[in-house]
């Protein structure tokens, strides 16, 4: 595989967690760029990801 991404979300593994309806994709393999995380809004209601609003950006 060129690109290999994984879905995590914290508060599903821990009920109590402080990042209620924030999840993150994890680009763990990227042939021809960088890995990392990048984190979104997770959205239950509509089974939908978005892009987190940034203050003073």
Do not use: C
């Not at 990042?19 to 990392?36: C, F, L, M, Q, S």
């Not at 959205?43 to 987190?52: G, N, P, R, V």
């Amino acid at each position: 595989a060129d690109m290999v991404m994984f879905l995590y979300r914290d508060e599903y593994y821990n009920p109590d967690s402080d990042d209620k309806g924030i999840a993150e994709v994890i680009i763990g393999k990227h042939r021809n760029g960088p890995t990392g995380k990048v984190q979104l809004a997770w959205l239950e209601q509509y089974t939908k990801f978005a892009s987190l609003a940034r203050r003073g950006v």
